[in-house]
């Protein structure tokens, strides 16, 4: 691997409810290709045409899924934020009701 390769890599915290899941990514993938790794790390369960990304907690537009990670300027360690289809809606439904809220768990740290 080439040391710009190497530069290019990069670890994504995706956070889900009280789930992170950890994506080494590059800056040149997709959304798309992010939403795929998520997925295989779900054993298919869940296929990435049923999940979205946002850039933080309080976005209302998801990521596309042709956009890079560098057309959004996303660094590693970045925290993107994901949603899935809720149960019973059909692909082809799009309406804004048809996504869970963004809804991650904060830890109890005691205080």
């Given at each position: 691997?080439?040391?710009?390769?190497?530069?290019?890599?990069?670890?994504?915290?995706?956070?889900?409810?009280?789930?992170?899941?950890?994506?080494?990514?590059?800056?040149?993938?997709?959304?798309?290709?992010?939403?795929e790794r998520i997925s295989a790390?779900?054993?298919?369960?869940?296929?990435?045409?049923?999940?979205?990304?946002y850039l933080t907690e309080k976005?209302?537009?998801?990521?596309?899924?042709?956009?890079?990670?560098?057309?959004?300027?996303?660094?590693?360690?970045?925290?993107?934020?994901?949603?899935?289809?809720?149960?019973?809606w059909e692909d082809d439904d799009?309406?804004?009701?048809?996504?869970?809220?963004?809804?991650?768990?904060?830890?109890?740290?005691?205080?």
């Amino acid at each position: 691997m080439s040391s710009s390769a190497a530069d290019e890599q990069m670890y994504l915290r995706c956070k889900r409810q009280a789930q992170t899941y950890f994506v080494l990514a590059n800056k040149t993938d997709t959304v798309y290709h992010v939403k795929e790794r998520i997925s295989a790390a779900l054993s298919g369960d869940v296929s990435p045409r049923k999940m979205r990304l946002y850039l933080t907690e309080k976005s209302s537009d998801a990521l596309p899924d042709s956009a890079t990670m560098a057309d959004h300027e996303i660094t590693s360690d970045a925290c993107l934020y994901v949603v899935f289809r809720k149960a019973g809606w059909e692909d082809d439904d799009d309406d804004g009701t048809c996504w869970e809220d963004v809804d991650v768990v904060k830890p109890d740290l005691g205080e």
